[in-house]
Nanobody, 122 residues
Framework: QVQLVESGGGLVQVGGSLRLSCTDS????????IAWFRQAPGKEREFVAA????????YYAESVKGRFTISRDKPQNTVWLQMNSLNADDAGLYSC???????????????WGQGTQVTVSS
């Protein structure tokens, strides 16, 4: 069954902002890590940001540091990704994933959502 559901994607102009959400209907442990990845057409999936569910530590790709903020809402089992100052390189399918350890690569995350599309226009 679908455990992770993303929303909030859409079309935005360069310099604009979007807020993505990832709601998890599965079991989340304090040791769980929720991450966001993105994939542009013809490119490999790349790490964007992650947060540890229990302690709330956050991690970011260098390309989004200072522009993106990841946060979690425990009562709602939701992770947010606030994206500001968007540019063309930020476009792609954004997917959230849950794993038991932090990684900037996809394999350690066994549970994935379907993704939400982000389009940045100039």
């Amino acid at each position: 069954q679908v455990q992770l559901v993303e929303s909030g994607g859409g079309l935005v102009q360069v310099g604009g902002s979007l807020r993505l959400s990832c709601t998890d209907s599965g079991r989340i442990f304090s040791s769980s890590v929720i991450a966001w990845f993105r994939q542009a057409p013809g490119k490999e999936r790349e790490f964007v940001a992650a947060t540890r569910w229990g302690a709330g530590q956050t991690y970011y790709a260098e390309s989004v540091k200072g522009r993106f903020t990841i946060s979690r809402d425990k009562p709602q089992n939701t992770v947010w990704l606030q994206m500001n100052s968007l540019n063309a390189d930020d476009a792609g399918l954004y997917s959230c994933a849950r794993g038991s350890s932090y990684s900037t690569t996809p394999p350690p995350y066994p549970v994935w959502g379907q993704g939400t599309q982000v389009t940045v226009s100039s």
